[in-house]
């Protein structure tokens, strides 16, 4: 196996009407050795076209990539021991499965002793040990894309890429093959790199993500670090689920921070200034708060919350119940905050004002210029 480094790396495609898109620009991105790592971001981020760079199947407008000690640019894609698999990477229709497992290593010009050795045993690994003898046309979706990943294993690359491999599957199959994926990496110990679209996806398959935007990397770390402490407004509100952001003054009173909603808005919430030291530069002006969710919760107003720092009244405009939990749409008068509830909540508190009672704790707060959160 090996490392995978990008120094500097831009692509560029020609646009329409001579005018050029930039798809990734001075990226800088090392993957240690054996790691697994989840490149993550809307459409057009840049994350296809950085494992296609990779992979050799697209040239390099700028900087270099190394594979190991190697640098690569001008390498051709078969010499660089990287298997690809993408989600239409469909299996060939005329050929068996056992034949498609074996396509590769055929092309490569490995001898038959090989290729009867490894064949069989990277289909073991796929469970595709019965199937080997069958066409495509009898095979599930799943089952079409066990044979892709096989044939990328029958290679015993350096590195495996996985292109949004899983975008064409059902919810269901989708979620069984995330944890085949992740289970996988585990047993070879192979350098593995994962685009996907889905943050739902990306946050489940752990490990590191580096969520893209534009072509830039917006935060590289731990799935939890991302969840918990976003470094922008962007990540803050890609992960899934959202975070609500909320616009507001900030107000130094005595030994905490005032943050007051804008506008007519409801929310007004004290915050320690110990938690948030850095924020004394954006005292007396607007500042982001942002909460996930989770973090807002029905108050019982048979207790009392008039001293609650994190307490406020929203107007229900929709419940939608999740059986233990429901999602709250609320309007607090500028703002449209979701606030996901542990307690059962009727769909008939819709067009109720009712107390909700948010976790200070969990807070974060943003720079609303820069967009990038103080910390």
Do not use: W
Request: net charge neutral; glycine share 6%; charged share 25%.
């Amino acid at each position: 196996m090996a490392k995978v480094s990008l120094k500097n790396v831009t692509k560029i495609y020609p646009g329409k009407n001579r005018k050029d898109v930039t798809a990734v620009n001075d990226l800088d991105l090392e993957i240690q050795d054996r790691e697994f790592v989840v490149l993550v971001g809307p459409p057009d981020c840049g994350i296809s076209s950085i494992l296609r760079m990779i992979a050799g199947l697209d040239d390099i407008s700028k900087g270099d990539i190394f594979i190991g000690d190697h640098r690569v640019n001008d390498m051709p894609p078969k010499d660089r021991n990287i298997a690809t698999v993408s989600q239409n990477h469909a299996p060939y229709p005329r050929m068996s499965v056992y034949d498609n497992v074996a396509f590769g290593l055929k092309l490569r010009k490995f001898p038959n002793p090989e290729i009867k050795k490894r064949v069989p045993a990277a289909a073991g690994i796929l469970g595709l040990q019965d199937l080997l003898k069958r066409k495509p046309e009898s095979l599930s979706g799943e089952e079409c894309q066990r044979v892709a990943i096989a044939r990328a294993i029958a290679l015993q690359p350096k590195v495996f890429l996985f292109d949004e491999p899983l975008a064409n599957l059902e919810a269901k199959t989708r979620g069984k093959m995330r944890s085949e994926i992740t289970k996988l990496h585990q047993r070879l110990q192979a350098t593995m790199i994962y685009a996907t679209h889905d943050p739902v996806e990306a946050m489940a398959m752990g490990g590191r993500i580096v969520v893209m935007n534009d072509g830039v990397i917006q935060q590289d770390g731990a799935a939890l670090s991302l969840y918990d402490e976003p470094a922008n407004s962007f990540v803050a509100e890609f992960v899934s689920p959202a975070m609500n952001l909320v616009q507001g003054t900030l107000k130094e009173v005595r030994d905490s921070f005032l943050f007051t909603e804008r506008e007519d808005g409801t929310i007004e919430v004290r915050l320690p200034i110990s938690e948030f030291p850095a924020a004394r530069d954006f005292a007396g002006g607007l500042v982001m708060l942002g909460i996930r969710p989770e973090d807002i919760e029905v108050v019982d107003v048979t207790k009392k919350t008039g001293n609650d720092p994190g307490s406020f009244p929203a107007v229900v405009d929709l419940v939608e119940p999740m059986g233990g939990e429901a999602n709250l749409y609320l309007q607090t008068g500028a703002h449209a905050v979701v606030c996901r509830s542990q307690r059962r909540v009727d769909s008939r508190e819709a067009g109720h004002r009712l107390q909700f009672r948010l976790n200070v704790a969990k807070v974060c707060l943003f720079d609303p210029v820069s967009r990038r959160r103080i910390t």
